[in-house]
C-alpha cells in the first residue's frame, strides 16, 4: 500500500481529501505545514507520494517545500496544487493539478505514480 504525505493548512480539505485517499487504499499522513512534513520525511523512509498545497502559512510554501523534497529525497513522487494561478515553474518529475479537484483524478494521477514504482 503506498504511503501519501499530504500537506494542506486548511484543515477541513486535508481531512477530506485524506480520507478519499485512504478510502481508495493509499496510506495517508497528513500534516499542516512545510515544516511539519520535513520532519515526517526525515523521520519515516516509507513516503511514496508528497501531496501539497503551494499557499500555507511558515517559512516555507509548497513549492519550496517540493523543491526541498526532491533534492533530498528524490525517489518521492509529487503533487502539487492550488486555486490560484499555475505556478510557471515545479520541481522535475512533478506534476500540477488545479483546485478544485475531483478526488477520482487526483487519485488516478497518484496511482499512475505508484505504478512506475
Same mark, same amino acid.
Do not use: C
Given at each position: 500500500? %503506498?504511503?501519501?504525505? #499530504?500537506?494542506?493548512?486548511?484543515?477541513?480539505?486535508?481531512?477530506?481529501? *485524506?480520507?478519499?485517499? *485512504? =478510502?481508495?487504499? !493509499?496510506?495517508?499522513?497528513? #500534516?499542516?505545514?512545510? *515544516?511539519? $512534513?520535513? $520532519?515526517?520525511?526525515?523521520?519515516?523512509? =516509507?513516503?511514496?507520494?508528497? !501531496?501539497?498545497?503551494?499557499?500555507? %502559512?511558515?517559512?516555507? /510554501?509548497?513549492?519550496?517545500?517540493?523543491?526541498?523534497?526532491? /533534492?533530498?529525497?528524490?525517489? #518521492?513522487?509529487?503533487?502539487?496544487?492550488?486555486?490560484?494561478?499555475?505556478?510557471?515553474?515545479? %520541481?522535475?518529475? $512533478?506534476? !500540477?493539478?488545479?483546485?478544485?479537484?475531483?478526488?477520482?483524478?487526483?487519485? *488516478? $494521477?497518484?496511482?499512475? !505514480? /505508484?505504478?512506475?514504482?
Amino acid at each position: 500500500m %503506498p504511503t501519501v504525505l #499530504v500537506v494542506e493548512d486548511e484543515t477541513l480539505i486535508r481531512d477530506l481529501v *485524506s480520507e478519499e485517499l *485512504s =478510502d481508495a487504499g !493509499f496510506e495517508v499522513l497528513q #500534516v499542516g505545514n512545510a *515544516s511539519q $512534513a520535513i $520532519a515526517v520525511l526525515e523521520a519515516r523512509q =516509507d513516503i511514496h507520494l508528497l !501531496f501539497t498545497d503551494i499557499d500555507m %502559512p511558515g517559512s516555507m /510554501d509548497g513549492l519550496k517545500l517540493a523543491a526541498a523534497v526532491r /533534492d533530498r529525497w528524490p525517489p #518521492v513522487h509529487i503533487i502539487i496544487t492550488t486555486g490560484k494561478a499555475r505556478p510557471m515553474t515545479i %520541481p522535475a518529475n $512533478a506534476l !500540477f493539478i488545479p483546485k478544485p479537484y475531483l478526488t477520482r483524478a487526483l487519485v *488516478s $494521477a497518484m496511482r499512475t !505514480f /505508484d505504478n512506475m514504482r
